[in-house]
Every structure is written in structure tokens, then in C-alpha cells.
């Protein structure tokens, strides 16, 4: 084990991997390959408390988890630290590795050798144009532009020969080189493509400065549109910047003929013109400078741009099939502001009186790129926690759609925390169908299903924990998917454990007054699937029979095997009836005093 701690931009996320590749290829596995290499994301339940037990521990794995943003947090540190250890030192009977990469001061070395000995220590930066030069040579293998980054001196001492070589200094950071890299392996190899290659790297700073300079409020909400729209229609984007002023169509026709034409106006600004159709895309970043620029300088406007953004996104508007460009405007945003307030700018527009689906899920997608992101990522992610116990239904609802995103992937565990404090809303509102879905969605998902089921089993069999239950029978029913209620039954065939769980699971829920429609809903949905033959026949059978048996006369069974009045039951429903051979359906009808009792 190693832990690489120093300040930000020191490199040592990359210096983790270059020594995990070098471990890699001198400690093969037996089949003679490289280790595998892999990230563990730090998916906590409690972020403040670590549960080191959960990482992974494959054999022949080089294993890198970078805790340098939330460590601080950390409630013990010192513990944590050597749970760290250990775990390590159980990785190496597997031939596998771990490399943490830490902060500046929070790794508690000093509290004894055992942990002070991992820790290695980033002191000096990596020479940015040496980053940048290998970025162009071996990642984007491009080579000959390294020409650009070349430091030594003209013959004339002004300046470098490089022409990009100026835009890094010894205190540039790693990732400020690799930027550069980027910028200039992705634009033309000419004089005018290695133009617009600095100024994206500048992030257009000079450009937007000037543009706000020299243009009215008009030609600026007509940029603030455009970079929102770009590609849309001209016409489509000067209406989106009256509304934004708040001015409808010009009926003065002395004014619509005064002043520059429509296109005349869109190249002032910086946007391309080609046809009926104005774009920003050729100057890749300039629209994200723009609203960065916006939102430092013009503050006022936050709350007036968000308002305007609802209009535009809602269906049938030109934004509304733009949402997934403007959700990665907002996001980068609130990422390169590195300020949780803006995040907590978004949450306020939740609640603006825009309840339609498309809104939700722009805010949605940009808390789930937000919750990734390596310094922003703790901050928000411990954000959608707390939204996720409020008692906002709306909020609890986009913290739902989080839960469907990537989001449930990358954080597994803490996607299952939220949902479970959503699934424990009291009413079966609509951020409790949202999570819901969240859940079968991410029990669908390649590798989840042991996870979830784990998870959910355990909720489900706690008394009285309307959140478990709720979660059991959704993962239960088969009417969106099928699939996972499939792999469990033939879990539940081979494994008593898991067909023990199953009953544990069906006699806790049926327990629970508060969720007799959806037990009874989910009986007759496997009804169904039993006679369409989506499950085994004998087995769904045999288990409804053991739970008829212990629950016949609570409402959701006696529906089921006894019918309700008005109400008409399908020929699955009757032919599962008949196959449960319940001795008290000789003895008991409808009409009865015990049927009619229940």
C-alpha cells in the first residue's frame, strides 16, 4: 500500500496510476498477464465514516481510491487510516494493491508507524510543458504539435519559440498542461486553428471581456440565447432573448428596420451564421466562458436566467430538445465555480412552478454530473442526502431521478441510501413511484441485482420499515421487467436461504396495513406471470401457498383467494386459486362470516 498526499495540482492522481502500471507489469498474474487496474469510488453510506470493509478484493488488482476531497471530513481519521492498512495488507495475500491518494495534512501519520510508513509525499509540481509535450506524443499521438510547447528562447531573447509555450509557468498545474494538451491535439494544424486553440485554453477571457464592451443589453441577451440555443434557428434565438429581456415581438416597424440586420448582430457576438442557423460550437468553450463570465458579474441575474431557462426547456419550446447541452452548460458551471452555492441556486428552481417531467430531469442530470465531479462530488453528493429526507415532494422526486442516472453505478451504495429515505415518505406520492423506478432500474443493471437484493432483504425484513417493504415488493414485480423477479425465483430453486428470504420478505410486508394495495397488487401480478410463464410455475405456487396460509384472512390474501365485491379477477388470478388447494376454501365462501370479516 501507498498513500500519495500533497496539495492540489501536485500530480498525484497520476502518479498513483504510473505506479500502479509499473506494479502491474512486474507482478503478473499466473497466466502471465498485467494486473488489472481499477478506481474505487468512494461509495459510502456514511462518508463521514468510511466503511473500509465494503472496498473490493480481487486478486492480481491494482486498485487506486482517491480520497483527497472528502478525507477531511473524515470523523476518525486514525481509524479509517488503519482499516486502510489492513485491508491492504489483505490485498497482498491476493497479489493486488492499493494506492490512496490523499490531501495536504489530513492522513494521520503521526499516530503510529504503521501508518506514518505508507505515505509518500508530493513536494514539487510535474514540469507542465513536459506534461503537456508526453499528452501530445503518447495520448493524443500527435507528436509534430508539440512544436507549439517548445521553451527554448528565439535568437532575438524576447520570447519562447513555441507560440503556446507562454500559456504555462512553473506554476501551472498538471491539469492546467493537460488542458493545453487537449486543446491543441483537438483544433487544425495550422496558424488559425493553434489561434483558437489558445484562446479556448485561455477560456476566451479577452474575447468575452470585449464582447460585453461593446454590445447593448439586447446584442447580450441575444449571446446569452444563442449560447443556450446554438444551432437553433436566428429567428428561434432572437425570440428566446426578448423573452429573457422580457419584451414580446417588435410591432414598431421603424424599429425593426433600424440598426444592423439579424446576422450582422449574431457575428458581433462571436456566433457563426450559416443559413437560417446561428451556432457557437466553432469556438469550443466560448459558451461556457460567456455564462461563467455571466454568473461572476452579473449576479442579479441568476434567479431572472433560471426563470427564463423554465420557459425555454418546457415542451414544445426550443430548448426542449436541447436539455441535455443545457444540463451540461449548468453543470460545468457549477463545477468550475467550485461553489456548492450554485448548486443550492439550482435546488431553488425546482419549486418555480415548473412540475412537468422534462424540468425535473434537466435539474436531475445536473446534480448527477455535479455528484461525480472530484472536488464538487463530496459536497453534493452529501446535498442529495439531505434533499433525499426532506419533506418536499418535488425535491424527493428529482433526488429520485438522480437515482436512475449513471449516478447508480458509480455510487451503488449511497444511490440505496437515498432511496430507502424516499421509499420512507409516509403517502405514495410521487417521489415514492419515482425511487421505485429508480430501484427495478437499478436492479436491471449488469452486476447490481446481488447488491440490491442483499440490501433490500435486509430492509425488508425489519418491522414496521415502510421503506424495506415498499422496496421488496417492487423489486418483486414483474410488470416493467421481469427479469430480476426471474433470476431470484431461480435463485430462490437452488438456495432455501434465498427462498426463506422470499416468505421473511412476503410475511413482514403483509404485516404492513400501510402497503395492502401493492402486496395484493403484486400477488395477482404473479399470478399473471405464472400463467404467461415468465416464472416457474410450481415454485411461485408453492410459495404463495405458505404465504396464503400464514396471511389468509388479512386484506390483500383474503382479496386474492376470496374475492372483493365489484370486482372482477382475471382467468390467471382464478387458475391460481384452484392450484393453491387451501383446505379452508372447502369450508369458507364469499358469503361467509370469516370472508366477510376480512
Not at 431470484?488 to 427462498?499: F, H
Not at 410455475?537 to 389468509?552: F, I, K, M
Request: overall charge negative.
Amino acid at each position: 500500500m501507498a498513500v500519495i498526499a500533497g496539495p492540489a495540482g501536485h500530480g498525484k492522481r497520476t502518479a498513483a496510476i504510473r505506479a500502479l502500471w509499473q506494479v502491474s507489469l512486474g507482478e503478473r498474474t499466473g497466466d502471465g498477464e498485467p494486473l488489472a487496474l481499477k478506481v474505487i469510488r468512494p461509495d459510502w453510506d456514511k462518508p463521514e465514516a468510511p466503511d473500509i470493509g465494503s472496498l473490493p478484493d480481487q486478486p492480481g488488482t491494482g486498485y487506486l481510491l482517491d480520497v483527497a476531497a472528502e478525507i477531511s471530513s473524515w470523523e476518525k481519521p486514525d481509524e479509517v487510516a488503519k482499516a486502510l492498512v489492513s485491508h491492504a495488507e489483505t490485498l497482498r495475500n491476493f497479489a493486488s494493491y492499493l494506492v490512496v491518494v490523499a490531501d495536504d495534512h489530513s492522513w494521520p501519520e503521526d499516530e503510529s508507524g504503521t501508518v506514518g510508513r505508507v505515505v509518500v509525499r508530493a513536494k514539487n509540481r510535474p514540469a507542465p510543458h513536459r506534461v503537456a509535450t508526453k499528452h501530445l506524443e503518447y495520448l493524443y499521438r500527435k507528436p509534430e504539435r508539440a512544436r507549439w510547447l517548445n521553451t527554448a528562447t528565439n535568437a532575438e531573447g524576447t520570447a519562447m519559440v513555441g507560440k503556446a509555450a507562454h500559456l504555462l509557468s512553473d506554476s501551472s498545474s498538471p491539469a492546467d498542461a493537460a488542458r493545453l494538451a487537449e486543446e491543441l491535439a483537438k483544433t487544425e494544424n495550422s496558424d488559425e486553428g493553434l489561434k483558437t486553440a489558445i484562446a479556448a485554453f485561455q477560456q476566451w477571457r479577452t474575447q468575452v471581456v470585449n464582447v460585453f464592451k461593446q454590445t447593448d443589453p439586447a446584442d447580450r441577451a441575444l449571446l446569452i440565447a444563442t449560447l443556450f440555443l446554438s444551432g437553433d434557428e436566428a429567428i428561434s434565438i432572437q425570440s428566446a432573448s426578448h423573452r429573457l429581456l422580457g419584451k414580446g415581438p417588435q410591432d414598431d416597424v421603424e424599429v425593426i428596420l433600424s440598426g444592423p440586420d439579424l446576422a450582422t448582430r449574431l457575428r458581433t457576438i462571436g456566433a457563426n451564421v450559416t443559413g437560417r442557423h446561428a451556432t457557437l460550437d466553432h469556438k469550443p468553450g466560448y459558451a461556457q466562458a460567456v455564462l461563467n463570465h455571466l454568473w461572476q458579474q452579473r449576479p442579479d441575474i441568476h434567479k431572472h436566467l433560471l426563470k427564463w431557462l423554465d420557459t425555454i426547456t418546457a415542451p414544445g419550446e426550443p430548448g426542449a430538445s436541447r436539455l441535455v447541452a443545457i444540463s451540461a452548460l449548468l453543470v460545468e458551471l457549477a463545477i468550475t465555480e467550485n461553489d456548492i452555492k450554485v448548486i443550492d441556486q439550482i435546488r431553488t428552481w425546482i419549486d418555480n412552478g415548473n412540475s412537468s417531467t422534462e424540468h425535473r430531469q434537466l435539474i436531475a442530470g445536473v446534480f448527477a454530473q455535479a455528484a461525480e465531479a472530484d472536488t464538487l462530488g463530496p459536497k453534493v453528493r452529501s446535498r442529495l442526502l439531505d434533499w433525499a429526507r426532506v419533506d418536499t415532494e418535488s425535491v424527493a422526486t428529482v433526488v429520485a431521478l438522480v437515482c436512475q442516472s449513471d449516478f447508480a453505478d458509480h455510487y451503488p451504495r449511497q444511490t440505496l441510501v437515498r432511496l430507502r429515505h424516499i421509499l420512507d415518505r409516509p403517502e405514495p406520492d410521487t417521489a415514492v413511484h419515482t425511487a421505485e423506478k429508480a430501484l427495478r432500474g437499478m436492479a436491471a443493471r449488469p452486476g447490481h441485482l446481488p447488491r440490491v437484493w442483499a440490501t433490500v432483504s435486509k430492509w425488508a425484513t425489519e418491522p414496521g420499515n415502510l421503506a424495506g417493504h415498499r422496496a421488496f415488493l417492487t423489486l418483486l414485480d414483474p410488470r416493467d421487467d421481469a427479469h430480476p423477479l426471474q433470476v431470484l425465483m431461480e435463485a430462490a430453486d437452488q438456495s432455501s436461504e434465498v427462498r426463506a428470504t422470499l416468505l421473511r420478505g412476503w410475511n413482514a410486508s403483509l404485516a404492513d396495513a400501510r402497503v395492502a394495495t401493492q402486496c395484493r397488487d403484486l400477488m395477482i401480478a404473479w399470478a399473471r406471470a405464472r400463467a404467461e410463464g415468465l416464472v416457474p410455475h410450481d415454485l411461485v405456487t408453492d410459495l404463495l401457498r405458505q404465504v396464503v396460509t400464514e396471511h389468509l384472512y388479512t386484506s390483500p390474501v383474503a382479496a386474492l383467494v376470496f374475492g372483493e365485491p365489484g370486482v372482477q379477477y382475471d382467468e390467471a388470478v382464478i387458475a391460481l386459486r384452484k392450484d393453491l388447494q387451501l383446505p379452508v376454501l372447502a369450508q369458507t365462501s364469499p358469503a361467509s362470516p370469516e370472508a366477510t370479516e376480512s
